[in-house]
């Protein structure tokens, strides 16, 4: 029997109930959540029972703040008297859980919350996307230019990476009107709502991304007089140093934040590199694409 097992996260930032409801159904089925940076959490088994968790923000506390940090440190003593345990972070949020029948809240004013999920989204979610959002837009001459693919295949990549553009404006606008919408929900004494829609939309688009390269990827295979095997393999070693790059990455910003680095020399090192070696590779595939041998 498996002890655990790498899930990857679909949720949003700031659906933090969605993702409270998540890690409670999984301790019921046994699983527990262990560490949640970067796309993949991990779990652990254990005996499946009826845990709680909730989630709280601190804005000053990211993947790549040193530790111990003293913010985090205080909060989670704070937290341990409630009889809550620290269990994971991701990005700015922090994952606690408690079995006790009725743990006291961690957040009490729905001001506060906000504040906080809005100080944590625009450092770790609004800046880095309006940062891809850029990149995209220097890419979009290096892609479209030197490319030469099979007419049939044109459309489909072309849909797929104009999608692929689009989403950071779609995301920043569509988490501005959210907030627009929390801060008139907690002004009237309401709760603050979860940004579910945030994580529809992410999942919506990468799951149309995901299905228009599949689609590419036969499409191609029809026209080319190179072995499909061949082919297969080569996908399949691209995608893996892909997914091997960004685990690299975020593991790189672990090790060099519990090695007490600064926030900004952990950020300089972990980005200037992962934006590197993405590099890389995307040159590596417009020359495969260019040799015909896809």
């Known amino acids: 029997m498996k002890k655990s097992r790498l899930r990857m996260n679909l ?62 440190q205080e909060l989670d003593t704070i937290c341990a008297a409630a009889g809550w345990r620290h269990v994971a972070e991701w990005s700015g949020m922090q994952i606690y859980e408690s079995e006790a029948e009725n743990p006291a809240p961690i957040e009490t004013d729905e001001r506060l919350r906000l504040q906080a999920i809005h100080a944590t989204m625009l450092r770790r979610y609004i800046a880095p996307l309006a940062l891809v959002c850029l990149l995209e837009l220097m890419l979009l001459g290096i892609m479209v230019i030197p490319l030469q693919i099979a007419q049939t295949t044109m459309p489909v990549l072309s849909i797929c990476f104009i999608l692929c553009l689009l989403y950071a404006p779609l995301a920043c606008a569509e988490y501005f009107a959210w907030y627009g919408i929390a801060s008139l929900a907690v002004r009237l004494d309401r709760p603050c709502p ?7 939309l992410g999942q919506s688009i990468a799951l149309v991304a995901f299905a228009l390269r599949i689609s590419t990827f036969f499409l191609y295979n029809a026209s080319s007089p190179i072995s499909g095997a061949f082919r297969t393999v080569r996908w399949g070693v691209y995608l893996a140093l892909y997914f091997l790059v960004g685990w690299g990455v975020s593991r790189l910003r672990i090790y060099l934040r519990e090695r007490g ?3 900004v020399a952990n950020s300089v090192i972990s980005f200037g590199l992962g934006f590197v070696l993405y590099f890389i590779l ?3 595939l417009i020359l495969w694409w260019q040799s015909a041998l896809w």
């Open 282 to 284: 995307y040159f590596i």
């Open 194 to 200: 979860s940004n579910r829609a945030l994580t529809i």
């Open 261 to 263: 680095f600064s926030s």
């Open 11 to 72: 949720y949003e930032l700031c659906d933090w109930k969605a993702i409270e409801h998540h890690l409670a159904r999984q301790a019921a089925k046994g699983w527990r959540l262990r560490r949640a940076e970067g796309s993949f959490w991990r779990y652990e088994r254990a005996e499946p029972a009826r845990v709680q968790y909730e989630v709280t923000y601190l804005p000053s506390v990211g993947e790549t703040t040193s530790r111990p940090d003293p913010n985090l």
